[in-house]
């Protein structure tokens, strides 16, 4: 049986914040989550901070009062203000040590770095939580060397890997096979024909066959 845990984010688009937290509480309930990750994006490209803090503050007790680790990509500052878990951040993000050092030490610092190997290791040195390879949009080819990144990574080293792709319940089992301590999911549960518990289920099915 793989070990892989969820990370959930969030959708492209959340055209409704008092509906999507509802929609989140219901995927929680559905099926074990380790992390939920705020993307800010999701929100439209024309919100402002007003709006991120009043989608921290509606969502992350519905994340927190469950067990699970609530997140934010790329702004270490409201993390730490707002009471998030941590936050995940990318090559176009602020840095590793300036997340750090505004999070501090307790806090969840994660770092994806595409398909960098090297990269890997200078953040998992400096002392990232976790290490992401992979895009939550690419085609073929990346998505096969996502997978061995990810399987070499869990082979050789302790720190925990996230493997990001375009992953649903046909492909979750795939990259929970490689190793990787937590699989990022997103369309596949939020866009599922029958609702995003289901896809959240049926996720966490494919991931208990692996």
Do not use: N
């Amino acid at each position: 049986m793989a070990d892989a845990q969820i990370y959930l984010y969030t959708p492209d688009r959340i055209a409704d914040l008092d509906r999507f937290a509802a929609d989140l509480a219901s995927v929680l309930e559905a099926a074990p989550v380790a992390s939920v990750l705020l993307r800010p994006e999701s929100l439209g490209p024309e919100a402002g901070d007003a709006a991120l803090v009043r989608a921290i503050r509606l969502l992350r007790p519905v994340v927190q009062d469950r067990g699970v680790a609530f997140l934010i990509d790329g702004r270490p500052d409201l993390a730490r203000a707002e009471g998030c878990d941590g936050v995940h951040t990318c090559p176009a993000g602020p840095p590793y040590r300036d997340c750090r050092a505004e999070v501090g030490p307790q806090a969840i610092v994660g770092v994806s770095v595409r398909h960098s190997r090297h990269e890997a290791f200078v953040q998992g040195e400096a002392g990232a939580d976790y290490v992401a390879f992979g895009r939550i949009e690419e085609g073929p080819e990346d998505q096969a060397e996502t997978k061995d990144l990810c399987r070499f990574w869990a082979l050789t080293m302790e720190v925990p890997v996230v493997a990001l792709g375009p992953i649903g319940a046909d492909t979750v089992a795939d990259y929970a096979r490689t190793g990787a301590e937590f699989v990022a999911v997103g369309a596949g549960v939020w866009d599922h024909p029958d609702g995003p518990a289901a896809g959240a289920r049926a996720i966490a099915e494919a991931i208990a066959s692996a």
